[in-house]
């Protein structure tokens, strides 16, 4: 296993607009590619940050990746990110605590600072639950998790992967604060209770399925959540 250290976790003293990579792992097919994609675009449009950069990297390896069967360069590729992750987790599950831990320790973060999004088609898990379908970091990056949308049909499963999408990532733009005093509550973290994408769905993929319905009839973010994802850009 590779030795380096581990920064401490805290939100970067640095510009709120800042580029965006996304790198996908081998499994994660087109259509979800695509969702992430789109609802990434749609909570930039309504944060009012279209300007930021986005780097699709794709299934990103980098020159010299590759070694041998046995040894992938450290921070040069996906796989690498993902087999390290592996001999951190448990059988048949990734911990996706521990990578998004590792993409928060990148040695380029301090002179390229960017957000950080994988998305995985494996299952993920964290120290505090037996399984998740996205973990993130306020104000750095999210790990999203396809894997529990597949029992759906193609289409519900993009639709639920968008809204997936839209709510990570609202959670890297702010939401929902700590300092929201009405319509919020402690769920694996703070929600929001409105008929919102921001509230908690701990029933997968019935919760989600829920959501997204709201959703495609025009309920993304609640008034409360849009205040406070454009005020993350302002401030």
Same mark, same amino acid.
């Given at each position: 296993m590779a030795k380096f250290a581990i920064r401490s976790i805290s939100e970067p003293t640095i510009s709120r607009s800042r580029p965006i990579n996304i790198m996908f792992d081998e499994g994660v097919s087109a259509s979800e590619s695509k969702a992430v994609l789109d609802g990434l675009t749609q909570v930039l449009n309504i944060a009012n940050a279209p300007h930021l950069q986005i780097s699709n990297l794709g299934r990103w390896r980098g020159a010299g990746w590759l070694v041998n069967v046995n040894h992938l360069?450290?921070?040069? +590729?996906v796989d690498? *990110?993902?087999?390290?992750?592996?001999?951190q987790s448990r059988k048949g599950q990734l911990h996706g605590g521990k990578l998004l831990q590792l993409l928060y320790s990148e040695p380029w973060q301090e002179s390229q600072p960017?957000?950080?999004?994988?998305v995985t +088609? %494996?299952?993920?898990?964290d120290d505090d639950c037996s399984f998740c379908i996205g973990l993130a970091i306020h104000g750095f990056g999210t790990i999203i998790s396809t894997s529990r949308f597949r029992v759906l049909s193609d289409q519900d499963a993009y639709d639920c992967v968008v809204t997936e999408t839209m709510h990570e990532v609202g959670h890297v733009?702010?939401?929902v604060p700590g300092t %929201?005093?009405?319509?919020?509550?402690? +769920?694996?973290?703070?929600h929001c209770t409105n008929r919102c994408i921001m509230r908690q769905g701990l029933r997968v993929p019935y919760d989600w399925q829920v959501i997204t319905a709201d959703r495609l009839q025009g309920h993304e973010f609640c008034a409360d959540c849009r205040r406070d994802l454009? %005020? *993350?850009?302002?401030e």
């Open positions: 360069t450290e921070w040069n +590729s690498w *990110y993902v087999r390290y992750a592996e001999q960017h957000y950080d999004i994988m +088609s %494996r299952d993920i898990y733009f702010g939401l %929201r005093t009405t319509n919020v509550e402690m +769920s694996l973290g703070l454009k %005020r *993350y850009f302002c």
